[in-house]
């Protein structure tokens, strides 16, 4: 039979590993609220995204064409979704179309790019986003270095504070498509005027702020109708 002291000494180290263990989990829990962890976005250029390839959706006949058209003349707003059915992008996407009259005001087109096309995703996208959304296969409009937020998403109290907000606001989604790259919103000036606003998606439902969308938009420059 073991000793008294050997059983103390066994009961000693499993509450040593057990607290090991909890400490090692209050750690990273920690360390994952920070932005310690969080990958750093890289500043697209005009040059970057404007040659982007982008392909409608919704008509008859697909067109693809350069992202340079949909801002050449008037600048845009441009939301870069990162899943059309995450109720958290639809919250955004209805904010962002509530500024829609302001914007018609100004000239400035609203816009919306999607990583992919699945079933009728965008179209129910559509409920909330008041503006014309197109496909970017090569996710430029993600990138330049493409940003992911995996599990860590889920122990960051951030993240948990957006889903109950979103989930107030009465907003419902689903988990079709990928939604681990982080998506953001552009406001771009006129022809070669360059990119005015550029918000970054942190983690998920990390919104971009209304204000500073319009006062972006306040300073496109309008290109003329013949200016190349």
């Known amino acids: 039979m073991s000793s008294l002291p050997d059983l103390e000494l066994f009961t000693m180290g499993m ?12 750690t990273g829990i920690l360390l994952a609220n920070t932005d310690l962890f969080l990958s750093k976005p890289e500043t697209a250029s ?8 982008l392909k409608s959706l919704g008509e008859a006949e697909e067109r693809t064409f350069k992202a340079g058209e949909l801002w050449k003349k008037n600048g845009a707003v441009i939301m870069a979704v990162r899943r059309p059915g995450c109720f958290l992008c639809r919250e955004e996407a209805s904010e962002l179309s ?60 951030g993240v948990w504070q957006n889903f109950l907000r979103a989930w107030k606001n009465g907003y419902s989604g689903n988990l079709e ?25 942190r983690e998920f439902g990390d919104k971009v702020n209304l204000q500073s969308v319009l006062e972006a938009a306040e300073k496109i420059k309008p290109q003329a109708a013949d200016t190349e």
């Open 46 to 53: 005009l040059e970057f995204l404007e040659t982007t390839k």
């Open 98 to 157: 509530s500024l829609k009259p302001q914007l018609d005001r100004l000239g400035v087109p609203l816009y919306a790019v999607v990583k992919e096309k699945i079933g009728t995703e965008v179209e129910d996208f559509q409920h909330y986003f008041k503006g014309e959304i197109f496909l970017d296969e090569t996710k430029k409009f993600y990138g330049p270095h493409k940003r992911k937020m995996l599990l860590m998403g889920l122990i960051r109290l």
């Open 177 to 201: 498509g990928e939604g681990f790259i982080l998506g953001g919103v552009y406001v771009i000036g006129a022809g070669k005027q360059g990119v005015l606003l550029e918000h970054r998606e």
């Open 15 to 26: 509450w040593s590993i057990g607290l090991g263990a909890i400490g090692v989990a209050v």
